[in-house]
């Protein structure tokens, strides 16, 4: 089970975007994360007419380490760490470290 996932509301802890926030719009198999709206960068694109893409520089969200970032808290309203435990009825559920609240409903 993973401590991210797809959907989660995040706060990066490292980098030059450190202090933003943002969702998690993918999560990769390399343990790498796409974060709207953090570690955007420019890309300059080549046109290409079969497709009907236009050339000139976007930008776009590139992938950031799972590890630079940590799940927002509302209630603490900020970063906080994980855990997984698991109900009395043998679901697997995340809870943040620092009240033991559970994350998944």
């Known amino acids: 089970m993973r401590k991210i996932r797809k959907g989660d509301d995040v706060i990066v802890t490292a980098g030059r975007d450190k202090g933003r926030r943002g969702t998690v719009q993918q999560v990769?198999?390399?343990?790498?994360l796409i974060v709207e709206n953090v570690n955007v960068v420019k890309k300059h694109q080549k046109p290409d007419p079969r497709r009907g893409v236009?050339?000139?520089?976007?930008?776009?969200?590139?992938?950031?380490?799972?590890?630079?970032?940590?799940?927002?808290n509302p209630v603490k309203g900020g970063g906080d760490r994980v855990g997984i435990r698991t109900l009395n009825d043998g679901r697997k559920v995340r809870f943040y470290k620092s009240d033991g609240e559970v994350v998944d409903v």
Do not use: C, F, H, T
């Not at 990769?28 to 790498?32: A, E, L, P, Q, V």
């Open 28 to 32: 990769r198999k390399d343990g790498r």
């Open 54 to 72: 236009a050339g000139g520089v976007i930008e776009k969200e590139a992938p950031i380490q799972a590890s630079n970032v940590m799940l927002y």
